[in-house]
């Protein structure tokens, strides 16, 4: 049974830091791609973030968070890492995790892609 749970969620103020994580079990080694998406109230989730999880490792960012956020894995801890720096109030919503089984039909930033999800974390940014 795959089990996705995030956590490091919080309250921070305006070019405050977070540090997300997701906790992965069950079988992450047929995971192909992770990822991080986020759903602000009454918008879609939108991708924030992707990256491999067994080869060579290369991210993928959505363009309002490049350079700010930088996502990570650590495969001996089966986690998902996702590192956010000079925080925004529009970058307040609730962030989930999520685990494709496979790549290729779907693009990586659609939530199609993502087989399994987390139960997400609230991100709330003060001004």
């Known amino acids: 049974q795959v089990q996705l749970v995030e956590s490091g969620g919080g309250f921070v103020q305006t070019g405050g830091s977070l540090r997300l994580s997701c906790a992965a079990s069950g079988s992450t080694s047929s995971y192909n791609f992770m990822a991080w998406f986020r759903q602000a109230p009454g918008k879609e989730r939108e991708f924030v973030a992707a990256l491999r999880w067994k080869s060579v490792l290369t991210t993928y960012y959505t363009d309002s968070v490049k350079a700010r956020f930088t996502a990570s894995r650590d495969n001996a801890k089966n986690t998902l890492y996702l590192q956010m720096n000079s925080l925004k109030p529009e970058d307040t919503a609730v962030y989930y995790c999520?685990?494709?089984?496979?790549?290729?039909?779907?693009?990586?930033?659609?939530?199609?892609?993502?087989?399994?999800w987390g139960q997400g974390t609230q991100v709330t940014v003060s001004s």
């Open positions: 999520a685990a494709a089984l496979y790549y290729g039909d779907t693009p990586y930033y659609s939530t199609t892609t993502y087989n399994y």
